[in-house]
């Protein structure tokens, strides 16, 4: 009970996570695109990738708490 418990609370706090990091990716694009300022090449695709990671990693933690990949 306790682990499951456990699961599920990693698993909001990873949403969380993923849901703040692509607003702040989506808003450095926004930001860009208006010309307020422009995108460093570096930092931006590393933001980019631990943003795609995260969500990866949430998504696969989703599917062992669902049930979807655990044992039958």
Do not use: K, Y
């Not at 860009?32 to 590393?46: H, N």
């Amino acid at each position: 009970m306790a682990e499951s418990f456990f699961s599920s609370c990693l698993s909001l706090l990873l949403a969380l996570a993923s849901s703040v990091a692509i607003c702040l990716v989506g808003g450095q694009h926004f930001q860009a695109r208006r010309g307020v300022r422009e995108l460093a090449s570096g930092g931006q695709l590393a933001a980019e990738i631990a943003t795609v990671v995260l969500v990866a990693f949430t998504a696969h933690l989703g599917g062992f708490v669902s049930g979807v990949n655990g044992p039958n």
